[in-house]
């Protein structure tokens, strides 16, 4: 097993494509499919793939809103977790955010938004002021989940100087 990470960034329909022929199990939706996300969260994803040969085995997406993303979460395969897949693809996608972006946790656990803040992102308090405040009233009603990416020079700088280590990967994954 040899995962790749692809720096190309893939349309939805893409990846629901090479997604669902080799994962029946585990089918891909579309965002506009899928009636469970908030409207906050809808709209057509940009995504990243991890392959395992040629089958799509994680993504990791985010939404294009003009004047900033909204993260699309992730998705890795079951036999493909533990494996760093799905903190490998975050890192990229982080990687490619050039505007603010937001990003409402399903897991509001300390652990979890500890570990995003330790990477440079911020809670709606804290980017008070460093973006639109439009953009953050959007998200007023899951503030309590909600973290926000300035991708500033020292943002960029420090996740340069101090990459994710492999002991932060599984700490993450195990969360």
Partial sequence: MSITYPSRVYREKEVMD???KHNEHYPFLMRK????LPVESRGEGI????FDGEQAVGYTGWVDK???FKTAGVEVLPEYRDKKVAA????????KFTKPTVAVFNN????????????????????AGQIDQSILDAYSRFKRTTLVYVPDGMTKAWNILCPVTDEEVLKFEEM
């Fill in 18 to 20: 090479l997604w669902n």
């Fill in 33 to 36: 499919d899928r009636s469970h």
């Fill in 47 to 50: 995504y990243l793939l991890a």
């Fill in 66 to 68: 003009d004047d900033h």
């Fill in 88 to 95: 490998r693809l975050m890192v990229k996608r982080t990687e």
């Fill in 108 to 127: 509001p656990a300390s652990g979890w938004s500890n570990h995003w803040k330790s990477r440079g992102w911020l809670t709606v308090d804290q980017a």
